[in-house]
C-alpha cells in the first residue's frame, strides 16, 4: 500500500501559478502511474493530469498546455505545475496512485489541497 500527502494549493490571482506536490511512502515500486484528480464544489471529482513510470503523461483537454506533471524519484514525489490559472480551476486537488493493472495502490484518498483562484 501507497500513502499520499498533497500540499502546495493556497491562493492565487487568475493568471498565476501554483506547483501542487503529491508526496508517497510505503510501497513505492508498486507505483505505475500517478494521477491528480480534482473537485470543484457541487461538481464530481475529474481527472486532470497523469504519468506513468515511463513518463507518458495526459492531459484533460481544460488544462492541456498550462498544466505539467512531473515526478521527482529521489523524492519520491509527484507534481503539478500549474500556469495561466483561471477561476474554473479551483478546486480541491487529490492526487492517486495505480499499479500496472489500473488498480489504485493507495489506501485511501488524501485529504487534497485546496486551489483557490481568485483576484
Known amino acids: 500500500q501507497v500513502q499520499l500527502v498533497e500540499s502546495g494549493g493556497g491562493l492565487v490571482q487568475p493568471g498565476g501559478s501554483l506547483r501542487l506536490s503529491c508526496a508517497a511512502s510505503g510501497s513505492i515500486s508498486s507505483i505505475y502511474a500517478m494521477e491528480w484528480y480534482r473537485q470543484a464544489p457541487g461538481k464530481q471529482r475529474e481527472l486532470v493530469a497523469g504519468i506513468s513510470t515511463g513518463g507518458i503523461t495526459n492531459y484533460a483537454g481544460s488544462v492541456k498546455g498550462r498544466f505539467t506533471i512531473s515526478r521527482d524519484n529521489a523524492k519520491n514525489t509527484w507534481y503539478l505545475q500549474m500556469n495561466s490559472l483561471k477561476a474554473e480551476d479551483t478546486a480541491v486537488y487529490y492526487c492517486?496512485?495505480?499499479?500496472?493493472?489500473?488498480?489504485?495502490?493507495?489506501?485511501?484518498w488524501g485529504q487534497g489541497t485546496q486551489v483557490t483562484v481568485s483576484s
Open positions: 492517486n496512485a495505480y499499479g500496472v493493472d489500473g488498480v489504485t495502490v493507495a489506501d485511501s
